[in-house]
């Protein structure tokens, strides 16, 4: 942020500001807005703070107010735009940033935002043209590679036109050499390898991604301040972390697998005991505690099958004419995949120790760049979509994740998923689920409305406002109560929701899901 005063009182504010201490800040704007109500300065970065801390409504209020008094300013003009976008007032948002760049032509924020704007609205040309602008005055400008890559890589899934990943591919090799600790155009790369069928190379990427993320400290530091700082979400990860490990060293057969330091697991004993008593706190584990538990000790892949992936004796025809001919879309497929498949998931999802992003409602998630990706996973994908190449057609897969949950808890809140096609399989055998009627899946024959962006209908806190809207339309749901090699493929912006759940309360007893997205 330009510096807009050079007072002792603004400096001192914006030191708080720059260091994060939002709060702190905000007191000093504010005691100068009750003193002077018009001053600029203060009514601008009061609208910042606001900003920052996801209040848009009100942040606009001040940014407008600021603008009153300085309308050529070219932050204020560029931040609105930012709130106003945040709000999906695209046309406002349009405005401001428009207004921001005849202010000041060679600055390439506005453009850069507008940019963004453009890629929300699904106009790609344009927003190619505004990266473009970006990067024309700032060349080492890396996060603008990056997602003109992803601008590429949408235009890719609707044409299907290769010379687009060949851009998105240059695109992201521009963003790493600007920006080589930055996890997110790896992880973007691995996708153009991936869709281009080099399945090696895309698995190489995707982990060079999660290397990356366990080893740089700004990162890294990032995922212990969101994950492991908070009280509702390092108790999921310890109970887990203890938990699994005490299943590998219970069955590791003598073998030093992991290598599973004395201190480190008694620690963690010590942690779970509290947490099982309800005494513990987040101050019961050090920063030390904290880097450990966050470590992935051992990730041996599954071994592949000798057979195919997907079970062929199912009647493939007709599992892909009953999706195709349902609306919404929507098929069950039982005994999903070979028997050998499903043992190694099993294997996988018990010894290997990748889980590491906590939800708050009890279930872990381990993703392609976060330990998941491997061959067998990634070949894993590739065989459903060809298995079921009516349904898939051209579709390539977008993301991967396993979820693993505390038999205890409740599971995923109702949400929708950013894809064409879903495809959700359970491996944990039926023995562990204590009601064969419940445990699977709620899946609402509605889609989220179309003015809504993605954090609207993909977020936990957004579930009373998914329910309001579920329960005006009367929109119904259909229960797939859980089985182990079961499998659900259906359109994945249907809402959707994890089934009561009532399974043994053990480690080997979780309920495990893979999902595959495809667009």
């Given at each position: 942020m330009r510096k807009l005063n050079k007072t002792k009182l603004f400096n001192q504010a914006m030191k708080f500001h720059d260091e994060g201490k939002l709060d702190e800040a905000d007191q000093i704007y504010q005691s100068i807005l009750k003193n002077n109500p018009d001053n600029f300065v203060a009514n601008y970065f009061h609208g910042c703070v606001l900003s920052e801390k996801s209040q848009f409504q009100d942040a606009i209020k001040y940014l407008k107010k600021a603008l009153n008094f300085k309308p050529d300013n070219y932050e204020a003009n560029n931040n609105l735009g930012i709130a106003y976008r945040k709000l999906n007032d695209y046309r406002n948002a349009k405005e401001c940033f428009l207004k921001a760049i005849s202010i000041d032509e060679n600055n390439f924020r506005a453009y850069f935002n507008c940019a963004n704007l453009y890629f929300?609205?699904?106009?790609?040309?344009q927003a190619i043209e505004f990266f473009n602008k970006a990067i024309t005055h700032n060349d080492g400008f890396g996060e603008a590679y990056h997602l003109l890559g992803v601008t590429y890589q949408e235009q890719y899934k609707i044409d299907r036109n290769t010379e687009h990943l060949i851009k998105a591919d240059d695109c992201f090799k521009s963003a790493i050499m600007y920006n080589p600790s930055n996890p997110d155009p790896l992880s973007a790369l691995g996708k153009t390898f991936l869709w281009s069928g080099d399945i090696k190379e895309a698995n190489k990427l995707f982990k060079k991604v999660c290397s990356l993320k366990y080893s740089d400290k700004i990162i890294f530091s990032k995922y212990i301040e969101r994950y492991l700082s908070n009280k509702d979400l390092l108790p999921v990860?310890?109970?887990h972390e203890y938990e699994q490990l005490t299943f590998i060293k219970e069955n590791a057969n003598g073998a030093d697998f992991p290598k599973l330091e004395k201190k480190y697991y008694d620690e963690l004993k010590k942690l779970y005991s509290k947490i099982k008593n309800g005494?513990?706190?987040?101050?019961?584990?050090t920063h030390p505690m904290k880097i450990k538990i966050s470590q992935i000790l051992c990730n041996d892949p599954?071994?592949?099958?000798?057979?195919?992936f997907v079970n062929k004796k199912n009647d493939i025809n007709s599992l892909e004419s009953e999706y195709l001919s349902k609306v919404?879309?929507?098929?069950?497929?039982?005994n999903f995949l070979n028997e050998e498949v499903v043992t190694e998931l099993q294997k996988f999802c018990l010894n290997a120790n990748i889980f590491k992003y906590p939800y708050k409602n009890g279930y872990l998630g381990a993703f392609l760049s976060e330990g998941l990706s491997n061959e067998f996973v990634l070949k894993l994908s590739e065989d459903v979509r060809l298995t079921f190449k009516n349904i898939f057609k051209d579709l390539k897969l977008i993301q991967a994740w396993i979820y693993k949950y505390d038999n205890t808890e409740k599971g995923i809140s109702v949400h929708a998923d950013q894809?064409?096609?879903?495809?959700?399989?359970?491996?944990?055998?039926?023995?562990?689920n204590l009601d064969s009627t419940s445990g699977g899946l709620k899946i609402w024959n509605k889609f989220p409305p179309e003015d809504w962006g993605f954090d609207d209908y993909n977020s936990d806190s957004r579930a009373p406002e998914?329910?309001?809207?579920?329960?005006?339309?009367k929109a119904t749901n259909q229960i797939v109560p859980y089985r182990g090699n079961r499998a659900i493929l259906f359109n994945s912006k249907l809402l959707h929701?994890?089934?009561d759940l009532n399974f043994k309360d053990s480690h080997e007893d979780r309920r495990i899901n893979i999902t595959f997205l495809y667009d």
């Open positions: 929300d609205e699904k106009k790609y040309d990860l310890i109970k005494d513990f706190k987040i101050e019961d584990v599954p071994k592949e099958p000798l057979t195919d919404p879309e929507l098929v069950v497929i039982d894809a064409k096609v879903n495809l959700n399989f359970w491996i944990t055998p039926d023995q562990a998914i329910n309001k809207f579920l329960s005006e339309n929701a994890t089934d």
